[in-house]
């Protein structure tokens, strides 16, 4: 792989951004940039993976993030050429027009926020690896987040209330997007969103539930230590001490403290007797 050359990589992108507005030549184009910058493997991932990942060219992110800046002006000022062009870049069977979908969805003034949404909902149900469902809420999410954010929140929600696990997952990893929004401010509405996944927690999705808390608790430890006391004091929340005892760590020192003294009053309560 050769080594970045700005100048060069600079009028790689203005050629590229010429067809803008036909994907198919756009993709040939950008074909050439990629095996350029190109360390062609194929990835293997941990064993029991539950999806064959994509063949990757290990292009270099800096170079995704300029092509970004070069389309940007492009997007903003033609939405539907923009959309458009996602769902070429999301036809092809590498992981890099796949990231750079993600990040051109995310950047596209859309009116109707169904034009983003149909395309997420889409894309997430061709079960994509874990590396291309983070891009895709992260990434595809950025301007519903800013624009239609009770839409990006009643998304994840559709999802908590699903049956199953993986239905759970998806919803969890549309919050964490939100919450590392600094612009998302609303954390009473997603307490109340994953409440009843903090008193019983299901197996598959502990650790999403694990990682949302833990950058609850270090944008917002005050507020987020004070949901945990109030499910920890909730007659049905069983699992919740275990919960609280994993996450103590992401709290600053003197909230470990107290959150502790809060399990041993509980552990110090006898049992009720009923009848």
């Given at each position: 792989m050769p080594a970045i050359q700005p100048a060069r990589l600079r009028q790689q992108a203005?050629?590229?951004?010429q067809h803008f507005d036909q994907?198919?030549?756009?993709?040939r184009n950008?074909?050439?940039?990629?095996?350029?910058?190109a360390e062609r493997i194929r990835r293997h991932g941990l064993k029991g993976s539950p999806a064959a990942m994509l063949p990757a060219y290990q292009v270099p992110q800096p170079v995704l993030r300029y092509l970004l800046q070069e389309l940007a002006p492009l997007v903003e000022g033609e939405p539907a050429a923009g959309l458009a062009l996602c769902d070429g870049l999301w036809e092809q069977d590498m992981l890099e027009y796949?990231?750079?979908?993600?990040?051109?969805?995310g950047s596209i003034p859309v009116s109707d926020s169904s034009q983003v949404l149909e395309r997420i909902r889409s894309w997430v149900e061709s079960q994509p690896e874990n590396i291309l469902l983070d891009a895709i809420f992260k990434n595809g999410l950025v301007y519903l987040r800013s624009h239609f954010p009770q839409d990006v929140l009643d998304l994840a929600e559709s999802w908590l209330i699903g049956s199953?696990?993986?239905?759970?997952?998806?919803g969890l990893r549309v919050l964490s997007s939100v919450i590392q929004d600094p612009g998302f401010e609303n954390l009473p509405v997603l307490f109340r969103m994953i409440h009843p996944l903090c008193q019983v927690i299901p197996a598959a999705?502990?650790?999403d539930v694990l990682d949302l808390l833990e950058v609850l608790?270090?944008?917002?430890?005050?507020?987020?230590?004070?949901?945990?006391?109030q499910t920890l004091n909730l007659p049905d929340s069983p699992q919740t001490p275990w919960l609280v005892r994993q996450v103590l760590h992401a709290f600053p020192e003197d909230i470990q403290?107290?959150?502790?003294?809060?399990l041993r009053s509980l552990e110090a309560v006898p049992p009720t007797v009923n009848g």
């Open positions: 203005v050629l590229l951004s994907p198919a030549a756009f993709v950008l074909q050439y940039i990629f095996e350029f910058y796949h990231q750079l979908a993600c990040l051109l969805l199953q696990p993986l239905d759970k997952q998806l999705v502990r650790p608790a270090r944008r917002s430890p005050q507020e987020t230590a004070h949901f945990l006391r403290k107290s959150l502790r003294l809060t």
